[in-house]
């Protein structure tokens, strides 16, 4: 059975860090290009990050670069986002994305984000 798990979300003060997990399961990790999404109340889901499947290199949109660092472990079948700087707008709800190159896609459930005093 195929998952996607996050954690690693929760409240943190404007400025502050966080963690995020996405570990996996049912699939091989490195077979797979792996993205972080996010959708805010009120919001359409929009891309962050992600990562290649076979060189490791990243992708960054314009608000998570310089201040978000996507990597990933394939022994311990994981992916982390690693967010600095956080501001009140990053609050949402954070996704992990897996696809292949056959198009076959897989969602995780979404850990939440609050930036917030």
């Known amino acids: 059975q195929v998952q996607l798990v996050e954690s690693g979300g929760g409240l943190v003060q404007p400025g502050g860090s966080l963690r995020l997990s996405c570990a996996v399961s049912?699939?091989?990790?490195?077979?797979?290009?792996i993205g972080w999404f996010r959708q805010a109340p009120g919001k359409e889901r929009e891309g962050l990050s992600c990562?290649?499947?076979?060189?490791?290199?990243?992708y960054y949109v314009d608000s998570a670069r310089g201040r978000f660092t996507i990597s990933r472990d394939n022994a311990k079948n994981t992916v982390y986002l690693e967010m600095n700087s956080l501001k009140p707008e990053d609050t949402a709800v954070y996704y992990c994305h897996a696809e292949n190159v056959y198009a076959h896609d897989y969602w995780g459930q979404g850990t939440q984000v609050t930036v917030s005093s």
């Open positions: 049912g699939f091989t990790l490195d077979h797979y290009a």
């Open positions: 990562i290649s499947s076979n060189d490791g290199s990243t």
